[in-house]
């Protein structure tokens, strides 16, 4: 099946597609453009949810229902297997087809961080699984499903990879759950893939990528194995063979380009890399920790030419994210943080906490009424800066994009006095009316409730549309966004541009017509914005 989505949005239609014939298969699965999910049952069934009119849709707009639909009759006709409620987030589905087996499972999300999973067999109902509903399921596969622990259970630390038994759960045990990996302080599990003879597990050792290989041991254990990989990067499982011990696995750093390795049985060999486009020789890549009003050590990278010119303070691009527990992690720099190197800027990235740079815990830190702990991180990024003497504030500027255009929002509203300039992208703006706007009020486990009378004072306290004011000065910001963002409304950035423009205060705006969350649908309009982001902040920070 492939996506094809107009001009860049999350609603896509799927089509199926014959790899051999190098055509759409006529006659094949053809679903409209809708937020679909679903996956194969076998060759000619597919269960699915998508769009089907009235009732079939989440309030956060995912599928409500899943349907089996089979080869040759039409969508509207397929029968209804499962539904959840309206006020969930919405109703996924995993298949597993390997040796000569399958599994079908069925994952009711309730909110953004709590689901149950089903077993999905035809004529019969869906089972589930004795898993607890904060629970992350990574792999679900013929035998066995493996789960990241958000939360302590039984014997299983928060952060914990655990395995449980499907055959076991199905004949009404409890899934004899077995512990394959907690991790330690400065760890957090990344991502997970299976092989035929090896759970692989990309972990994070104080936002450094490792891979480890697991195995079950003689005593029924599981046992690690390091991978012999590069760090101080990050590492990305790039696919995996469940027929096989063999994965790809992709390295990249600041300064060395996406490079691939075959992980034949735990032993790896670079096979391809893209070639260098800047000399990493003239670059230098470390890694501070800033000290947050609570005590908490935050990390964050400074990347900067190693001769940095004789101009001081040093002209910083602070990007930070801090939410939904995804980690943000060293990159080969693109083109527009070449060009600011190059001319004697620094690059840095903020691993605050709300991210998942060091697991659940670090995540939850952030969440709710404790959100603010987020951008005190930031706020504590820059002064670690300003106090070491790299930079002052008149040369920081800030950026990021969606919950990280939220952070920026916040930067420009409650910080002003920190920074000199704040790009805001795809953000989130109006933090009291945003779970009424498209996939917003699926992330009310993230923020909070507006309509909950205890919630709403805080989220007014910080809301950057809310807190915009002709009374101060505030550093001119950069805000752009897509009217096809159907993820993030536009109308955040669009409102958030008016109160600024209402209270007399300095902004650029830029609407790219495509581009869906991404702001940009092709590598013009990429490029083009880029473009903008770097001429907004060599205007703000280095010329003098």
Do not use: C
């Amino acid at each position: 099946m492939i996506s094809l989505s107009p001009g860049g949005s999350d609603a896509a239609r799927w089509r199926e597609f014959d790899l051999e014939a190098k055509a759409f298969v006529k006659g094949g699965f053809d679903v409209p453009v809708a937020k679909t999910w679903f996956d194969w049952v076998d060759e000619d069934h597919l269960l699915i949810g998508t769009n089907y009119g009235a009732d079939s849709l989440t309030e956060s707009g995912y599928p409500r229902t899943q349907r089996l639909w089979k080869r040759g009759t039409a969508l509207a006709e397929a029968p209804e297997v499962f539904a959840t409620d309206a006020k969930h987030m919405g109703l996924a589905v995993s298949a597993k087809h390997a040796a000569g087996k399958s599994r079908v499972y069925l994952q009711n999300i309730l909110t953004f961080w709590t689901n149950q999973s089903r077993v999905f067999e035809p004529g019969k109902p869906p089972q589930k699984l004795p898993l607890p509903e904060d629970a992350n399921v990574v792999d679900y596969g013929t035998d066995r499903v493996l789960a990241l622990m958000r939360s302590a259970w039984g014997d299983f630390p928060a952060g914990s990879l655990v395995a449980l038994d499907v055959e076991n759960a199905l004949a009404g045990g409890d899934g004899a759950p077995a512990l394959i990996f907690a991790p330690g302080d400065s760890q957090a599990v990344q991502s997970v893939r299976v092989t035929r003879d090896a759970v692989y597990v990309v972990t994070l050792n104080d936002v450094s990528g490792e891979l480890l290989r697991f195995t079950v041991g003689a005593d029924g254990a599981w046992v690690s194995t390091p991978v012999d990989l590069p760090e101080a990067g990050t590492l990305s499982i790039i696919d995996a063979d469940d027929a096989s011990d063999r994965l790809f696995v992709q390295f990249e750093s600041f300064t060395k380009p996406e490079t691939l390795y075959i992980v034949d049985n735990g032993t790896p060999k670079e096979i391809d890399a893209l070639p260098a486009r800047f000399d990493a020789s003239k670059i230098i890549a470390e890694q501070r920790f800033a000290t947050s009003p609570d005590g908490t050590q935050v990390p964050y990278y400074v990347v900067r030419p190693k001769k940095l010119p004789k101009r001081k303070p040093a002209p910083v691009w602070l990007y930070g994210y801090g939410g939904f527990e995804i980690p943000v992690t060293p990159f080969y720099l693109s083109a527009k943080y070449q060009l600011w190197l190059e001319q004697g800027g620094v690059f840095v990235l903020g691993n605050i906490r709300g991210g998942g740079e060091y697991g659940p815990a670090w995540h939850q830190a952030a969440l709710l009424k404790n959100r603010h702990k987020a951008f005190e991180d930031f706020a504590a990024i820059m002064d670690d800066m300003v106090a070491s003497k790299l930079t002052d504030p008149a040369h920081i500027g800030v950026s990021g994009g969606s919950n990280g255009g939220l952070l920026t929002g916040v930067m420009l509203t409650r910080y002003a006095d920190k920074h000199n300039g704040a790009i805001i992208g795809v953000p989130l703006a109006d933090m009291l009316r945003y779970d009424r706007l498209l996939a917003g009020a699926s992330w009310v486990g993230e923020y909070g409730d507006p309509d909950d009378a205890d919630m709403r004072p805080y989220l007014a306290a910080y809301s950057p549309y809310h807190n915009v004011s002709a009374d101060k000065a505030l550093p001119e910001a950069f805000i752009f966004t897509s009217t096809k963002d159907d993820r993030v409304h536009p109308a955040h950035a669009r409102k958030l541009a008016a109160a600024l423009s209402d209270a007399g205060q300095s902004f650029l705006y830029y609407e790219n017509i495509e581009g869906g969350h991404a702001g940009a649908s092709n590598n013009i309009q990429s490029a083009y914005r880029q473009a903008l982001e770097l001429a907004f902040m060599q205007r703000r920070l280095m010329t003098d």
